[in-house]
């Protein structure tokens, strides 16, 4: 590769940052159980432990994005706890994401639910994991829902959409100035007749009601088969409204599969829609990239290095897109030598210059052998295990 070409590809990886998920190293599972891995995080520490070590051997995964309910079992008095796990690890808390799914109260919705007090406290929910974030200085607060019905008939929608205006209007008036609201959406499931965020315009939508600090969050697994991200992705950034990523991969639905694992051309193509906007308008664009998957039978550290690691190539690839020369392509409708530039940037292999990066940061050539031959996992296996071993589930 000449030398212009890994200059850009090391201008690239000197911006490009990916948020963990502390979920991502617990053990999690599907409707019908758990497997559980003897290795798991079993606490908030424990996460913040695994999530240093794979910014230790990556370089790019400087903040962990934090489930309230799951990270914060004390509310806001958990946060005096995180900031020692953060100063501990290496790693800084990321985007705060309330739980407004998991609880009884929550069985007919959270701001959807037609009974008031179930929607009040959903808001005092939300409230406490803005002053969270406020207190860990964490920009970005996620909102995803599971709200919606199974059956026709059983919900007003119209008016459902009316109670969630409403409530995130009131949650975006509880930020801070430098605080952001990131709406999640997502096609079905839990709620399969209807969801109430159900698609990037209604998410959209109740973010321009919210206030001018709401944006869209997308997740690469919330999609219809065959639709197209990197649409969505153009249209949201054409509005000013595209707030960050929930990256994952899927083959039939909201599998949550490693990034890059099913397709890793789309993923190729979001970053190549980014950049190439970046290029027309000469800025950069303000999106928050964060992982979010579930490893239920890779090992959870490997499995989010392999995500790292795929994420860095992918968006190295996407740099040696020439914008100048696609954009020339696309005003003449020359379709092959536009779809080239595309493909013959992805057929690049970008893996030795990013090795050269990483050697330029002092950083592991190989992160996934630099992690392997470190012990962590075989200490903290021994550490774990008899504490993961008494947290089986079962389906009924």
């Given at each position: 590769m000449n030398a212009s070409r890994s200059d850009q590809i090391f201008a690239a990886l000197e911006t490009f940052r990916i948020e963990l998920p502390s979920w991502g190293f617990a053990n999690?599972?599907?409707?019908?159980?758990?497997?559980?891995?003897?290795?798991?995080?079993?606490?908030?520490?424990?996460?913040?432990s695994d999530a240093g070590q794979v910014h230790l051997v990556t370089g790019v995964c400087p903040t962990v994005a934090l489930h309230v309910l799951w990270d914060c079992p004390d509310g806001v008095q958990s946060t005096d706890d995180i900031k020692c796990f953060a100063s501990r690890y290496g790693v800084a808390p990321g985007s705060i994401n309330p739980n407004l799914f998991q609880d009884q109260e929550y069985k007919y919705g959270s701001f959807g639910n037609p009974d008031e007090a179930v929607r009040k406290r959903a808001m005092r929910h939300t409230i406490d994991s803005i002053e969270i974030a406020r207190r860990l200085n964490s920009r970005d607060i996620s909102f995803w829902f599971a709200d919606g019905s199974n059956y026709p008939g059983t919900a007003n929608i119209r008016q459902r959409k009316h109670w969630f205006t409403d409530a995130l209007k009131e949650a975006h008036e509880q930020l801070s100035p430098d605080q952001r609201m990131l709406v999640?959406?997502?096609?079905f499931e839990p709620a399969f007749y209807h969801t109430d965020i159900a698609d990037w315009g209604m998410a959209l939508l109740l973010s321009r009601a919210a206030g001018p600090q709401a944006k869209v969050l997308v997740d690469t697994g919330h999609h219809y088969a065959s639709q197209n991200i990197e649409q969505i992705v153009a249209w949201l950034l054409s509005e000013d409204m595209l707030g960050g990523f929930h990256f994952n991969d899927r083959r039939y639905a909201d599998d949550d599969l490693t990034m890059g694992s099913i397709d890793p051309y789309q993923v190729f193509r979001i970053f190549n829609e980014i950049r190439f906007f970046e290029w027309e308008n000469g800025t950069q664009a303000d999106i928050a990239?964060?992982?979010?998957?579930?490893?239920?039978?890779?090992?959870?550290?490997?499995?989010?290095?392999?995500?790292?690691?795929?994420?860095q190539q992918l968006f190295a690839k996407a740099a040696l897109v020439d914008a100048k020369k696609l954009a020339a392509s696309q005003k003449k409708c020359e379709l092959v030598q536009a779809e080239s530039v595309l493909q013959d940037a992805f057929a690049t292999d970008v893996r030795p210059t990013i090795q050269e990066w990483r050697d330029s940061k002092g950083l592991p050539r190989d992160p996934m052998e630099a992690f392997r031959e470190s012990g962590y996992l075989e200490r903290i296996t021994k550490e774990r295990a008899a504490k993961n071993a008494h947290n089986v589930s079962s389906y009924a």
């Open positions: 999690t599972g599907t409707r019908f159980g758990k497997f559980i891995q003897a290795a798991a995080a079993t606490s908030t520490e424990e996460k913040f999640e959406y997502k096609p990239y964060m992982v979010d998957q579930s490893h239920n039978l890779k090992g959870k550290i490997e499995a989010m290095i392999q995500t790292v690691t795929m994420a």
